[in-house]
């Protein structure tokens, strides 16, 4: 039982170059979550998805998209990568909404140059 | 809305003494409540959480909080430091609108323990 994984750890990327994010789950949640971590702030919530081949925007939504085609893969994709978007990204998981606990995956360091 | 304030961002303890972490909440509805740690270069683990039971809350490794809807406080308590408890904590409120888990984050206190 892996929990939550992410790949990759660590990213490098110029300014305009895409990438995506994975994150995958073995436990079986409906609920999966994408954040960035930048210094001195908490958690900010980009994209959400309540199940399979649903997703939602969150607090921080611009400049990512999202899918989740399969129900223990929840992809983070930059089309064209900001400097702004320099953080640490965070997967996460529920088994359902409300006061679930969420658990989160290692997470994704990216620089964006 | 709902929002959380961590009223430190650097507290430092000898190992062995108390540890206080503060936080105050504000939400216009009995809220759920949540600390969770970060180790150096880790993800966020979950401590506790407060779920409108028990006001008095144990969590793991020792630690506990307190919920005061009086004070809109959660303070979060370990008798006696250890080493490994030297992290990030972060206060965290749920807003269930919509009928998901939205986490809303305080901004961390960093808590160094010190022989």
């Known amino acids: 039982n892996a929990g939550v994984t992410q790949t990759p750890k660590f990213r490098v990327l110029k300014t305009g170059q895409s990438m995506t994010l994975l994150c995958a789950q073995d436990?079986?949640?409906?609920?999966m979550y994408w954040y960035r971590q930048d210094p001195g702030m908490g958690l900010r919530l980009i994209h959400y998805s309540v199940g399979e081949g649903t997703t939602a925007k969150g607090e921080v939504p611009d400049g990512y998209n999202v899918s989740r085609l399969k129900k223990q893969n929840f992809l983070l994709g930059l089309e064209s990568a900001a400097p702004s978007q320099t953080s640490v990204y965070f997967c996460a998981s529920s088994l359902g909404g409300a006061v679930d606990t969420q658990y989160f995956g290692p997470g994704t360091r990216l620089t964006v140059l | 809305a709902q929002s959380v304030t961590q009223l430190d961002s650097h507290v430092s303890v000898s190992e062995g003494t108390p540890v206080l972490l503060r936080c105050n909440y504000s939400?216009?509805?009995?809220?759920?409540l949540f600390w969770y740690v970060q180790h150096p270069n880790k993800g966020l683990q979950l401590l506790l959480k407060y779920t409108s039971a028990a006001t008095l809350v144990k969590g793991i490794n020792g630690f506990e909080a307190e919920f005061k809807k009086s004070e809109t406080s959660f303070h979060l308590t370990k008798p006696s430091a250890h080493m490994s408890d030297a992290a990030e904590y972060f206060c965290v409120v749920s807003d269930t609108q919509g009928g998901y888990n939205k986490l809303i984050f305080g901004a961390g206190t960093r808590l160094a323990v010190h022989p």
């Open positions: 939400s216009s509805y009995s809220p759920s």
């Open positions: 436990m079986n949640h409906e609920y």
